[in-house]
């Protein structure tokens, strides 16, 4: 499964915090600054926040990243 990159947008001049355990992004959750890759299971949970209004509502994804397990893969040699 590849990783993928994930790119975060908000209003010019807002601050984007997230978390990628799913838990409320806070004052101390990470700040958004540039794109960063996933290549394991996330539940990531952004709010952007702009002196003068409200925060926003929360934006949430989740990122699932499945190997094949043993039993779904094939076996193309034929009978045996």
């Known amino acids: ?3 993928v990159a994930v790119a975060l ?3 010019a001049g807002a601050q984007v915090r997230y978390t990628l ?12 600054t540039r794109p960063f890759v996933l290549a394991a299971d ?9 002196d003068g209004l409200a ?3 929360v934006a949430a ?16 040699s034929g009978p045996t």
């Open 1 to 3: 499964v590849s990783p």
């Open 9 to 11: 947008t908000a209003t």
């Open 21 to 32: 355990d799913g838990t409320e992004p806070g004052p101390s959750a990470t700040l958004y």
């Open 42 to 50: 996330a539940r990531l949970r952004a709010v952007a926040t702009l």
């Open 55 to 57: 925060p926003s509502v």
């Open 61 to 76: 994804a989740d990122f699932i990243f499945h190997a094949p397990s043993p039993s779904t893969l094939l076996d193309a």
